[in-house]
């Protein structure tokens, strides 16, 4: 048998445990420090066995996934060179930032066992092993972050068993990965807790914001409600790439400040076209890092039964629907619900089926 260990089972660990889970020749260890949520994975049926000891955890392990927070990540590390691991064993991790664990892993004493850095670029702003999913990270990226010193076979052997995640493998050296992600996830999470929290404070003098704000700003914050946690990990790690992305972030918002000042209407239209044709040039269709709500709206007759009919005609139709919700702030519009699927493919299948029985569907 294959040996997985996952220290940390939790969004991602569980998540990972789900995908490796029941495939012939592997079995899944998860490792917390805490019993009572060693019982939860159990009872869960997440992992196949379960301890709070890490050399019991790490002991005879083919593979071992590091995904505690970041800020955890090296203690871990430390903690696992003073083991004996096993011969080829392949260390791995799930932070979401990579220079500084890398590093540390560069320099620890893990015997014959090899470390290859990594993060699956996808996830929600859930947490806890509650929210695992084995589809998470179907058709999202996974960066590796091996080095020329890494022997390909070890990189071909972590390849190999994440094709059970269903994922697309990239490589990215550390601090490129660090400087991107910060871009592209790590200040958007500053930007909507910022926003969410000037919002939150006009609120406290008038509740009509958060009436009115529902629908679309709930949509733009959705990553401003992750995990503090977690997000405190990423942002101190990655302090020095994020001062510097806020401090350009600041010029944008002073040009803009600018710009109004100065009733800079041509400078207003120039913005928003370029900001515009990159929006447009963006890959369709991908799982991206911050993951895509596939929802509609469809307007239905406010009477009882409508929302078994609609479940069952998706049902029906084999088409998996994940969420479905009434939309109060609408509530002077009767019979709006949202419906989210997993998968665009879902979503474009509810759309026609919906369409064809005589619901109005909005996007
Ligand atoms: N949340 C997301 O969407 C994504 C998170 N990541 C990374 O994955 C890692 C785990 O994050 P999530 O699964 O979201 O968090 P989570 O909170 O769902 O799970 C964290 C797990 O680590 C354990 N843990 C927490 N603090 C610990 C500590 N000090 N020592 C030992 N164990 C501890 C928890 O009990 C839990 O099992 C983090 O490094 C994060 O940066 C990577 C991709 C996406
Ligand atoms: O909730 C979302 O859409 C995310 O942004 C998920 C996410 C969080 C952290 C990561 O390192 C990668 C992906």
């Known amino acids: 048998m294959t040996k997985i260990a996952i220290f940390g089972v939790g969004l991602i660990g569980g998540s990972l445990a789900l995908c490796f889970k029941g495939k012939p020749g592997l079995t899944v260890v998860g490792h917390s420090v805490r019993e009572s949520s060693v019982a939860k994975y159990l009872e869960r049926g997440v992992v196949d ?111 190999d068993l994440l094709t059970y995640t269903k994922a697309h493998i990239v490589h990215v050296a550390p601090e490129e990965h660090d400087e991107i992600v910060g871009a592209i996830s790590h200040l958007p999470h500053i930007i909507a807790v910022a926003l969410v929290n000037l919002v939150r404070g006009y609120n406290e003098n008038n509740s009509l914001y958060s009436v009115l704000a529902a629908g679309g700003f709930r949509d733009i914050t959705r990553i401003g409600s992750s995990e503090p946690g977690v997000w405190r990990d990423i942002l101190v790690n990655n302090r020095e790439v994020l001062l510097k992305l806020l401090r350009e972030w600041q010029d944008g918002t002073s040009a803009f400040i600018d710009m109004l000042q100065n009733e800079d209407g041509a400078g207003i239209e120039l913005a928003f076209r370029q900001s515009g044709q990159f929006r447009s040039k963006l890959p369709e269709r991908r799982k991206g890092m911050i993951h895509s709500f596939y929802e509609c709206y469809i307007d239905v007759p406010d009477h009882p039964g409508i929302i078994g009919h609609v479940a069952t005609e998706l049902g029906n139709s084999n088409i998996n629907l994940s969420n479905i919700q009434i939309i109060e702030s609408r509530e002077d519009v009767p019979g709006i619900l949202r419906l989210s699927f997993r998968k665009q493919e879902d979503l474009d299948l509810a759309v026609q089926k919906l369409g064809l029985i005589g619901y109005s569907v909005h996007f």
Request: proline fraction near 4%.
């Open 49 to 159: 066995h379960a301890t709070t000891s890490l050399r019991e955890a790490a002991e005879g392990a083919d593979f071992i996934f590091l995904c505690v927070p970041v800020g955890s990540l090296e203690q871990y590390v430390h903690d696992l060179s003073g083991l004996d691991l096993k011969p080829g064993c392949i260390v791995t991790d799930v932070g979401s930032t990579k220079a500084s664990v890398v590093a540390t892993a560069r320099n620890a004493q893990l015997g014959n066992a090899v470390f290859i850095g990594g993060h699956p670029m996808a996830g929600s702003e859930r947490s806890g092993v509650e929210a695992a999913s084995s589809y998470l990270f179907e058709n999202a990226f996974y960066v590796l972050t091996p080095d020329a010193s890494t022997a390909q076979r070890d990189i071909d052997k972590l390849t």
